[in-house]
């Protein structure tokens, strides 16, 4: 069992593995996160941008974020016509003014990838980085982007 392996489905009810979800709490080997909170005035403005989220970026399509810092961890997502459990990426941006905005997409986490790899991790930004929320369409599906603007 890998790490993402969290559920599974059985009789159409989800069965939480007790072990990993322990070890998931404690080794946070499922979760990524650009900030290193100090104090507490860090840690709870981290806690409130990651659990209480201020904004779905799905309702921020053509808006432009300051990113300044990035979190992301796996959930599992229930596939509504199959049952089918998958592990998804939940990913919050966070703006210069501790404001998360959160979802669940492929799109972002494969664009984040992207920014990752040619601006390196919010760490090594010397400013945090102008990204316009896009959306999309592939066939009938529509996938949230992202793109930088100067």
Not at 13 to 41: F, H, K, P, W
Not at 69 to 75: C, H, L, N, R, T
Not at 106 to 131: Q, R, T, V
């Amino acid at each position: 069992m890998n790490n993402f392996d969290l559920t599974v489905k059985e009789n159409n009810t989800e069965i939480v593995d007790g072990e990993n979800m322990i070890l998931d709490l404690t080794t946070r080997q499922t979760q990524y996160c650009s900030v290193v909170a100090q104090t507490d005035e860090e840690k709870a403005l981290l806690f409130n941008a990651t659990n209480n989220t201020a904004h779905r970026l799905s309702d921020c399509i053509n808006m432009v974020i300051n990113v300044k810092d990035i979190f992301v961890e796996v959930v599992n997502c229930t596939n509504q016509e199959t049952g089918e459990v998958t592990p998804c990426p939940r990913i919050v941006l966070i703006n210069e003014k501790g404001e998360g905005y959160q979802c669940v997409s492929m799109g972002i986490f494969s664009a984040l990838k992207k920014l990752f790899a040619i601006y390196g991790e919010p760490k090594d930004w010397s400013k945090p980085i102008k990204l316009e929320v896009k959306q999309v369409t592939k066939g009938e599906r529509k996938m949230l982007t992202l793109n930088i603007k100067n």
